[in-house]
């Protein structure tokens, strides 16, 4: 096409007005700008839209006929603009988290984030933490929610909110009546645990960094809902996040245990790549996530 949009609008507005220089008013122009324009899109086609006679100018023959032509297509490039306005505001987003975050907390900010985005399209993937980061670094999410920090220098990571890990058993298991785990008592029992790569076993590591070699780890499971089945069901005893267990807990399923001088806490950060462009719709879920914390 040897023809812009601008170039279209001017036209329009010349046809309109019957003057360059109340159509390069409308259009916040000087008229010599809406003159070139309008010169530069004649001789493009080699043809003459308008009769000129001095400073007056009137649509000639020509431009009648393409005038029609020039609204209908003027009127689509705007609705398109419109469209493309409209698909800034409507939120689409593509949240990435950790197995913890994505199955027991992402859901509760979905309803608020829906009232003020209601045609959104909000896409949920859950996967261990270094998974998560990897979809962030490779832009197949818009925002990672992971429960450890990272490092990596196109990464960017954004506290969020605290977060301990609790150390728990059945109700029927030896240790549920003791309450307080001494160094012995880590060492004898048989562990239930996350896989070596998700954030509540990094955490774990490394609050029994001393003992590590001594305990005796039974099963790892990749999902919490196995960990609590397992430790249940009386395998062993487990260590999660006090989000996964609440329930449990008050339901009296499981049992919280303590372990003493054992730092079990820990952030969660949201995860961006450092080179983006900022979009709206992430920073708005940024800060309900923590507004809601």
């Known amino acids: 096409m040897n023809f812009s949009i601008r170039q279209l609008e001017i ?5 309109k007005y019957q003057s360059v220089s109340k159509a390069a008013d409308q259009l916040c122009l000087s008229q010599s ?3 070139a324009s309008l010169q530069n899109l004649e001789k493009a086609y080699g043809v003459n839209l308008f009769d000129r006679q001095g400073n007056k100018i009137k649509l000639n023959a020509i431009g009648h006929t393409l005038r029609k032509e020039a609204e209908t297509l003027f009127a689509h490039c705007q609705q398109f603009d419109d469209a493309l306005k409209r698909h800034a505001d409507i939120g689409h987003l593509r949240v990435g988290a950790s197995f ?4 027991h907390l992402v859901v509760r900010y979905l ?3 829906l009232a003020s985005y209601p045609d959104a399209d909000v896409q949920f993937e859950t996967a261990n933490t270094p998974d998560i980061v990897a979809k962030v670094l490779n832009y197949e999410v818009d925002v990672g929610m992971i429960e450890r920090e990272v490092q990596h220098r196109e990464l960017e990571l954004i506290p969020w909110k605290e977060d301990e890990l609790v150390v728990f058993c059945s109700a029927s298991h030896p240790l549920a009546k003791k309450g ?3 160094d012995k008592d880590i ?3 048989r562990w239930i645990l996350r896989e070596p790569d998700s954030g509540a076993r990094f955490t774990f590591d490394r609050a029994l960094a001393g003992l590590l070699p001594d ?5 790892e499971f990749k999902h919490n809902e196995a960990i609590k089945s397992a430790v249940e069901s009386g395998l062993g005893i487990g260590c999660l996040s006090k989000v996964v267990l609440q329930n449990d807990f ?3 399923d499981l049992v919280p245990l303590t372990l003493a001088n054992r730092d079990m806490t820990r952030t969660f950060y949201f995860a961006l790549p450092k080179q983006r462009h900022k979009k709206a719709a992430v920073e708005f879920w940024v800060e309900l996530c923590r507004k809601m914390t």
């Open 100 to 103: 913890t975050i994505g199955n």
């Open 33 to 35: 700008a809406a003159s």
């Open 187 to 189: 060492k004898e029992a």
């Open 215 to 219: 305990i005796e780890i039974y099963r």
């Open 250 to 252: 008050r339901n009296g």
């Open 11 to 15: 036209f329009l507005a010349v046809a």
């Open 111 to 113: 309803a608020d984030y």
């Open 180 to 182: 307080v785990l001494k």
